[in-house]
């Protein structure tokens, strides 16, 4: 080990974890929020601002919202509603339009969902809280947001600093680190690593882990840009007979889809003339690009990881997992991992839980991601340039115009769907736990910003509360009341949000003890 550096390396961390975009972000918040010590490393200097996720779904900011966030992520989601106004008025869609800009309701490949159409009194919308105003969060400013989250709560982020190799051992991993400014390399001695370091993560690659999948069929680009010539350009998604093209909400934004294969260089900039000729190719007009603001190509690459840990090596967002994206799915499937990854690593760093917890990482997100996939999958289908599935996006539109076609995709789409598999057999275990209004003015949420678990006590039970004796630090107890819902007794809510046990006032489920040491070991003291 080189110990000529800038760095401590003999300092030793829980967890390192590499990659400093918003899943890694938010993974080494959890962390820190867990009580582990964590090191993130990220080769970039700056938050990456080139076009990329434009929007959160609804577990998302749920998520987020529980953290204490969704005040800044309010402020993000307005200065893009600012900038989608602002397209509006220069494609003559202005201020005399009496027709408000579109509540965020998403597509489905390209088949834009009309918000008036979902039926928002569907059960599975129930109780997420304030969220459905935000959803237009484009994925620099989140990633800044979650910068300043990370740093408030001590996370230690290195800058311009490549993971280069690492050795795992029964004790822990030794991870070799390279500054990109050319100084010495070094190492760094840590409980745990976390691969957080994109679809190319050589975190995966080192693990040994598989990652199989199907082969891409298409080349996108999607780019904030100066061009004349655009005024024949639709705005929203639209297909031709070459492929598919989307145009706005932002000023400058274009992207396309040709299904010509893979481009044979992903690495090297997009230029000005490789967008125009493709977006000519796809529109059919002479739209002219003289400059890129920001840029990217993307695939329908879809490959998922075959478990998300080997040893002490675990994987989170697109080191785990690729596919395109349609639906805008990736941000929000890391942002999945993180929440579900955080708290069970730092339980099992501070000796609260069995390592065997960490198999329920796999088994929990790896199903999701699986689903995933298959969507992005059937949206390519959808969205091919030849007569069988021009016929199927028939259909498909047809049925996205209906009420339940619409609430149906949304749901998808929101991933307000989703549910972990736990024991128990009351309908809220497994599932997103309902934000609460409280009798004291509280909200459920509003009880979670620290990290930490929940046991809540809805009908003023003694027995309850003290079943959380031994679990101080790890599990908060709160006695309230909540007037909407009369027929709940208790709630045991996972840090992440999710509901481990649950009991109604009819005595049904109403021991919580096997579900506090399945989540959080053995008490203390037992």
Known sequence: MDTQNTHNTETNYDVVVSGAGPVGLLLAAELTLGGARVLVVERLADVDETIKAGGLNSTTTVALYRRGLLPELAGIHEEAMSRFKEFRRTHGEGDNNPVPPPKFAGHFSGIMLRADLLDESDPAFAGLGPVDRV????????????????????????????????????????????????????????????????????????????????????????????????????????????????????PGRILTVEFDGPPADRQSPVTAMELQASVRRVTGVDVTVHKIHSSTRFTDNCRQAETYRAGRVLLAGDAAHVHSPFGGQGLN?????????????????????????????????????????????????????????????????????????????????????????????????????????????????????????????????????????????????????????????????????FTAWAADTDGADGDPSDALRLWFGVPVGA
Request: proline share 7%; glycine share 12%; charged share 20%.
């Open 135 to 250: 959803g237009l969060v484009p994925q620099a400013p989140l990633e800044r947001l979650l910068g300043r989250h990370a740093d408030a709560l001590g996370v230690e982020v290195r800058r311009q600093v490549e993971l280069t190799g690492f050795d795992t051992d029964e004790e822990g991993v030794t991870v070799r680190l390279a500054p990109t400014d050319g100084s010495a390399p070094y190492a760094v001695r840590a409980g745990w690593l976390v691969g957080c370091d994109g679809g190319r993560s050589l975190v995966r690659k080192l693990s040994g882990i598989g990652f199989p999948g199907t082969a891409p069929e298409i080349t996108g680009y999607q780019a904030i840009a100066d061009m004349t010539g655009t005024e024949p350009l639709s705005g929203g998604w639209n297909t031709t007979d070459v492929g598919t093209y989307a145009f706005g909400p932002l």
């Open 333 to 497: 499937l890391g942002v999945g991992d993180a929440m579900n990854l955080g708290w069970k690593l730092a339980l099992v760093v501070n000796g609260r839980a069995p390592v065997e917890l960490l198999d329920t990482y796999t088994a929990e997100r790896h199903p999701i991601g699986a689903w995933v996939l298959d969507w992005t999958r059937a949206q390519i289908a959808v969205m091919r340039p030849e007569p069988h599935s021009r016929a199927l996006r028939s259909v498909v539109t047809d049925l996205a115009g209906t009420v339940d076609g619409t609430t149906y995709l949304v749901k998808r789409i929101s991933g307000v769907w989703q549910r972990y598999d736990l024991p128990g057999d009351h309908p809220l275990t497994g599932r997103s736990a309902p934000d609460l209004e409280l009798a004291d003015g509280t909200c459920l949420a509003d009880h979670l910003h620290h990290g930490r678990a929940l046991l809540l006590d809805l009908a003023d039970d003694p027995k309850l509360r003290a079943r959380a004796d031994g679990y101080e630090g790890v599990v908060d107890v709160l006695t309230a009341s909540c007037p909407g819902r009369p027929e709940l007794a208790g709630l045991l809510v996972r840090p992440d949000g």
